[in-house]
Structures are given as C-alpha cells and as structure tokens.
C-alpha cells in the first residue's frame, strides 16, 4: 500500500511511502480509502506540537471514508462494497466516555487514514450517509461529531442563539446544525468574504474580529444585552475569556479548541457571577456518529469544503496552517 507517513516531525517532512498493507486478522475490515479530510489535530500532529513523544513513524489523519474490499472471517457486521468512514476513537463505541475509551484514535495512537488501504476492526466504522461522496462523507468523523455534540451539550432549540468563530471545519458544521435545530446563529472570522460564504449558508450576523476585537461586546448586542445561549469555542486561550463575557447568565461554553493555545488563567469571577458552564468535547462515540448521521441522511445535508489530490498533502496542509480555508480541506485518494 501507499500512505503519508510521519518519520520526523514537520510539514516538510512527511514522507509519500510503500509500505505492507496491514494483516486482516479476524475480526479486520480492509478499506480502499478513497478520500481523507484534514483537521486541524492533524496539523498539529505533523508538526510534533499535539503529541511530541508519539511513536513514529506514524501514518496521520483521523477521517476517511472508503470501500470496503475484504472482510476477516469473524466479520459479521460488513462485506465488500460497504461505503465507510473510520470513527474517530477506535475504542469509544456508545455510553460516556472513560480514560480506556480515548485510547486508539486514529491518526495518533495508531496508524490513521492517509493510506490507500487501511484494515479497522469492524466496530471501528460506521456506514456513510447514501447521498454523500467519498470526499464528502470523509469530513464528517471528526469536525462534525465534536460539532454536533457542542449542541447536543448546548440543548439547542429553536430560538436559542449559538456563537460560532471562525469558518474552519468544526465552525461550519457547528452553523449547519445550529440551522437544523432552528437556532440563530452568529458569527465571527478574520475575513469580510468567508462572512457573506457563511451568511448564504444561514449565518444571522456576522462580525469581523480582526477589525472588531471586542467581539464580546457585540454579541451582547445581539442579544439585546442577554448574551448567547452557546458558544462553540475554537480558539482556546486566545478566546475564552471573551467567549465567557459574550454568554449568557447560565449559558454554556462548549470548548472545543485550541487554536489560539491552550493555557489561559481563568476569569474565574465571570464563571461563577453568571453560574456559566464549561463544557469539554472530545469529539463523540460511535453512536453519536450514527445518530448525526440520521440527521444529516434526513436533511440532506452537504458538508462544505475544497478538493484536491492527496499528492499535495504538504501543501494542503500549509493551506491549513495560513487558514485561508472555509469549512473543509479533503484529499482524494488514489
Ligand atoms: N475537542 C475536540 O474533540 C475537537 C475536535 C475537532 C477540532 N478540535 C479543535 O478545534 C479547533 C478548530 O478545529 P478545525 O479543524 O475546525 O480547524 P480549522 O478548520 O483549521 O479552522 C481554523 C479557522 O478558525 C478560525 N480561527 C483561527 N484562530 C481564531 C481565533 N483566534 N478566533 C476566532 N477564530 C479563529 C479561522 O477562521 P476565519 O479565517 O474565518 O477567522 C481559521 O481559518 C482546533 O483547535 C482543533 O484542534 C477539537
């Protein structure tokens, strides 16, 4: 088989590589992945910044979807030319999630799917919705999970008001869902065009953080001074102390990342004077991947995003670092 591997960490680094595609063992399921899509997780464990004692070398990347091409004889669940997508943590099947559940991501604890075959263990995937491409149903193990568990979380309702940042992939999920429960949403990005992309898509408001910093103050505005029901927090360090005077007296942060870092001291006042929560998502189970799925087969809906071939992998990946991206960056395979 072919596959990206991580032999020393950075972009430049990664290596295009034959390797021995992977034994089927019993209860294995071999996949002909035809499409990957990049998160930002992967980006960072490239480049040695997510992980830097990671065994190498490693085959990166979380999402794929592909077709099934043989089965281990224990294999009851599947059979060749079944369209599938990896899940996320290999070990997290249903229920909460627990230390031994978060063992065996893809793409980090073990081999992920910048592969032109993988074999995961048939409890590991999940079907693909029928109206999605490979490419399409690649961006969805990852991003719109932890996307659709922010709102799960944030018990959003018609009427409810979310606060998206930026358009990368998580925040574009998070605002096609936040529409399909009937939620208004807002939103904020370093560029005036991604703002109207996302406002054709639904987005109620936008605003522009890099000429209007003070992002908070306009969310209460929006609110009539209430503040937002959710906030779907991306940006970490960099973004949660506005994040926790943009919410609403009760209201919930959903944090989600750390794009801006990771370690911030705490307005600690402002968590307790408005009884706030903090909410962490790690992604989602198998379940939930299945139940998101239901709803994105019932809808219809799309995942949004740029295409390209996976021999430009290095280069999508810088595309990821510059962040010039909307939604998501997929890589066909093969
Ligand atoms: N906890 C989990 O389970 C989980 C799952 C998935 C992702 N994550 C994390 O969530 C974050 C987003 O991941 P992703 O894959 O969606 O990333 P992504 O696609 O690379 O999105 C990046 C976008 O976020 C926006 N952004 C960057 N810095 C910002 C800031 N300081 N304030 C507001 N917006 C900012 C920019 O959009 P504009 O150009 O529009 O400003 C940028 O293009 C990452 O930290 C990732 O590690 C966590």
């Known amino acids: 088989m072919r596959a990206w591997q991580i032999s020393s960490f950075g972009i430049d680094s990664l290596e295009f590589v034959e390797r021995p595609t992977p034994a089927l063992g019993p209860r294995g399921v071999l996949i002909a992945v035809r499409a990957v899509s990049l998160n930002f997780r992967d980006l960072m464990i ?75 263990n048939q409890d590991g995937l999940v079907e693909i919705p029928e109206h999605l491409s490979f490419q399409e149903a690649s961006t969805l193990p990852c991003a719109a999970v932890t996307a659709w568990n922010a709102l799960a979380a944030g018990d959003v309702k018609p009427g409810t008001t979310v606060l998206i940042q930026g358009t990368g992939g998580v925040s574009i999920f998070a605002l096609q869902f936040a529409r399909l429960r009937g939620a208004r949403v807002i939103g904020i990005s370093s560029s005036y ?52 005077k943009a919410v609403r007296y009760g209201g919930m942060v959903a944090q989600v990342g750390v794009l801006s870092g990771a370690a911030e001291p705490l307005a600690i006042p402002t968590i307790l004077h408005k009884m706030a929560r903090i909410h962490g998502i790690y ?29 430009q992998a290095r280069e999508v990946l810088e595309k990821m670092e510059e962040g010039s991206h909307f939604g998501k960056l997929v890589l066909t395979v093969g």
């Open 46 to 120: 490239v480049k040695g910044l997510y992980n830097p004692k990671m065994r190498l070398p490693r085959i990166p990347c979380s999402d794929g979807a592909g077709e099934v091409v043989e089965v281990g004889p224990g294999v009851t669940a599947w059979k060749p030319g079944d369209r599938v997508a990896g899940i996320f943590m290999q070990a997290w099947l249903d229920g909460p999630l627990s230390a031994e559940r978060t063992r065996g991501a893809l793409g980090g604890d073990t081999d992920g799917m910048l592969a032109d075959f993988v074999v995961l």
């Open 193 to 244: 065009e991604k703002l109207e992309r996302a406002s054709s898509m639904g987005l109620d408001a936008g605003l522009n953080y890099r000429d209007n910093p003070e992002w908070d103050r306009w969310a209460l505005d929006q609110t009539g001074g209430e503040g937002v029901d959710l906030v779907v927090e991306v940006g970490g360090s960099g973004t949660l102390p506005r994040s926790l």
């Open 283 to 311: 992604v989602g189970s198998r379940s939930d991947f299945i139940q998101m799925n239901r709803a994105v087969t019932l809808a219809q809906l799309r995942p949004v995003g740029e295409e390209f071939h996976w021999t």
